[in-house]
């Protein structure tokens, strides 16, 4: 008998959202986070996916979605676009300067959605063929099924000198601190909070151009979008190996743009009005 039932889970919302239709919840909304029906599921999954997380919203009262991108996924209601917020009071910025070294860092699970293995062999190209007087650094962190895989590639590449792997990071302050360039190079992602908080350190971000992160990242201004492979995330690397002046613009940019778009607080007060039981 609860008034109000949010559910934010793709595959058990689709449940719990009949659930709380059957049992007389008076408003009941739903956050899509991420789709179970992308182009990397094979056809047949994606179609009943599809079609039961387009059943489920004619049980809810509210579909939010994280992005604009997938509001054209859910013909059938109205979707809000309410954005992921950070909590900025929780990240401490200190100043740095990019002098003889630039760290380049990937944050993140080590599966095939987040697609580590991209990072290590854009990271392999770039230190085969940057000529310049910059030291690229880097960081693999982040633990998950391809673990061992990545252990095994780094050292197939002789990398074990050049990417560091320290595994979960509990200390994100820390973490970001000591990094230039967060490379993310994901083959489908709904948001990516990482950006925000990367981005709050004046870190601009390396990313695919999927989903939603194009309204999260902005090419060019916030940092880079590009299509394809570890190639192309190299070529992206090496932009701001050659042009450290591009990392401080774009930096500047991001701080600026996240803290006024992906805050806590404007995320909270657009869920308050949502909780409005009239």
């Not at 910025?93 to 854009?122: C, S, T, V």
């Not at 085969?128 to 880097?138: A, V």
């Not at 320290?166 to 950006?195: H, M, R, T, Y």
Request: with cysteine; charged share 20%.
């Amino acid at each position: 008998k609860y008034d109000i039932i949010h559910t934010n889970s793709t595959k058990p919302g689709i449940i719990a959202r009949v659930a709380a239709r059957c049992s007389g919840s008076k408003r009941i909304i739903h956050t899509v986070h991420g789709i179970a029906f992308h182009a990397h599921t094979n056809i047949l999954t994606r179609t009943v996916y599809y079609i039961l997380e387009n059943i489920a919203t004619l049980f809810g009262h509210v579909n939010v979605t994280v992005n604009k991108k997938y509001v054209k996924y859910y013909p059938f209601v109205k979707s809000k676009v309410i954005y992921n917020g950070v909590d900025f009071t929780q990240l401490t910025p200190n100043k740095k300067n990019i002098e003889n070294e630039m760290h380049f860092a990937f944050l993140g699970r080590l599966d095939e959605q987040k697609n580590p293995l991209d990072f290590i062999k854009a990271a392999s190209i770039v230190l085969r063929n940057y000529t310049g007087d910059i030291k690229p650094k880097f960081t693999l962190a982040g633990e998950g099924d391809l673990h061992e895989q990545c252990c095994n590639m780094i050292a197939d590449l002789k990398l074990e000198n050049r990417i560091s792997m320290p595994g979960w990071i509990k200390d994100k302050n820390n973490f970001f601190n000591d990094v230039d360039v967060l490379c993310q190079p994901s083959k489908w992602e709904a948001f990516g909070l990482v950006f925000v908080e990367a981005a709050y350190f004046r870190i601009p971000s390396i990313a695919t151009h999927v989903e939603g992160i194009p309204e999260v990242v902005l090419d060019s201004e916030t940092g880079i979008l590009y299509n394809g492979d570890a190639e192309a995330l190299a070529e992206c690397m090496l932009v701001y190996l050659n042009n450290q002046s591009m990392i401080v613009e774009h930096g500047n940019n991001a701080k600026k743009y996240v803290t006024e778009k992906f805050s806590k607080e404007r995320m909270i007060a657009e869920y308050s009005s949502l909780y409005s039981i009239k």
